[in-house]
């Protein structure tokens, strides 16, 4: 049995971070019921790339899922999510707000309705403050948060970073934010309201960055591919590729100067401490790149391997789901959909030894569990009310 599975969660988010939110549970057993418009459906339905006339990135982020559709303008699909309301556990939303109090599932209305519901919204930037009726995606909050400030060349413009991290970690936060509220709702057995967002998602993400405006109250500048409290500590090109190493600490840094053949550096006053290898980083790097080019990706993290220093090879994401831990990690996982057939998916991060997680079904087709679901839930309703 999986850790989640007495839990039943009604999914009425699009896109990608309360989708991912959602996800998080069903992969941990919650039955997710995902709440889509008759017309099209979660809008990334329609995003590229496809398999089969089937959104690849839908599919990968809402497996675990039943989905029904529901129009809620319709006083009879807003009375049938209403009877779901009832015997949910958890409600998630990302609506823009004041949407969700437009349609009458708001916050305040829904726990009238169930007052052990937990009820989580994500949006651009929160319910409250002076930007709440904002928009929000990813691409703002970046910008907004201080993340694409510090991201690029030193002497460059800022540059936007390509994974949705605001939206992905937008999405763990309200998990975390979720089990939060269902551990303290076993001690009051009452819900409450899980608000976050994007905007604090990018914010909280900025902790190297936070400290030093805290201490210092200067602007963190941009630093490329430098560290800003450890050195070296970055990619170097190699003579076939790119690596990554992490040999701040002073024996890495004697050990990787040695493997590379430039113990001379040990000894430069300039680079004798950590401290002092920060600071001189930018002539550090110089010093270190051409040793780095004359032995191969390989051939280099053998020998750091080997000497214990921390480092790897830059691999591209073909090569990361042929990578042997990878496959050892159970990180790409078949699943079966009913359209394309056997596809992979991202396996679960998070291995729990005793009631671990599963992909056990595909992300679902729109509509696909509507008679189901409304005949289920709808029963669990009626139970409730007897009682």
């Known amino acids: 049995m999986s850790s989640l599975s007495h839990l039943k969660v009604l999914d009425l988010t699009n896109h990608l971070s309360g989708p991912y939110c959602a996800m ?127 991201n690029g060349p030193p002497d460059g413009p800022p540059y936007r970073i390509p994974v949705p991290v605001t939206d992905v970690c937008g999405g763990m936060n309200g998990a975390i934010g979720i089990l939060t509220a269902l551990a303290a709702r076993e001690k009051t ?39 800003r409290g450890s050195a070296p500590y970055q990619l170097f ?37 950590k401290a002092d290898r920060v600071a001189n980083n930018k002539a550090l790097v110089p010093e270190m790149e051409g040793y780095f080019k004359k032995q191969t990706t390989a051939a280099l993290c053998a020998a750091f391997e080997e000497a214990g220093i921390p480092a790897g090879p830059v691999m591209d994401h073909v090569q990361v789901y042929n990578d042997p831990q990878t496959i050892a990690r159970e ?25 671990p997680g599963a992909i056990r079904r595909s992300a679902p087709l729109l509509g696909e569990h509507t008679a189901e679901v409304i005949a289920e839930w709808g029963n669990l309703a009626v139970e409730a009310a007897d009682d």
Request: hydrophobic share 40%.
């Open 237 to 273: 090109p190699t003579a076939d590729g790119y690596m990554t190493i992490g040999g701040a600490q002073d024996n890495f840094w004697r050990g990787a100067c040695k493997i590379l053949g430039c113990e001379h550096l040990i000894d430069d006053p300039r680079f004798q401490s």
């Open 331 to 355: 990180m790409a996982v078949e699943v079966e959909h009913p359209k394309v057939g056997a596809m992979k998916t991202i396996g679960i991060p998070v291995k729990l030894s005793a009631t």
């Open 24 to 150: 998080i549970l069903a992969d941990h057993g919650a039955d997710v019921v995902k709440v889509e418009n008759p017309k099209g459906g979660d809008s990334l339905r329609m995003t590229p790339p496809f398999q089969e006339g089937e959104s690849a990135p839908f599919m990968l982020w809402n497996r675990n899922k039943r989905s029904v559709a529901f129009n809620l303008k319709d006083s009879v699909h807003l009375k049938h999510l209403r009877e779901m309301i009832l015997v949910a556990d958890v409600l998630i939303e990302n609506f823009k707000p004041g949407v969700a109090e437009r349609l009458g599932i708001g916050y305040e209305a829904v726990a009238a309705l169930n007052p052990r519901l937990i009820y989580c919204s994500i949006s651009g930037f929160g319910q409250t403050g002076p930007y709440a009726p904002r928009g929000g995606f990813d691409l703002i909050a970046c910008g907004m948060s201080g993340l694409m400030a510090v």
């Open 189 to 227: 057995g009452k819900g409450q309201l899980v608000d976050t967002s994007l905007f604090e998602a990018g914010i909280a993400l900025g902790v190297y960055e936070a400290a030093n405006v805290f201490a210092n109250g200067e602007v963190p500048e941009r630093l490329g591919q430098a560290h």
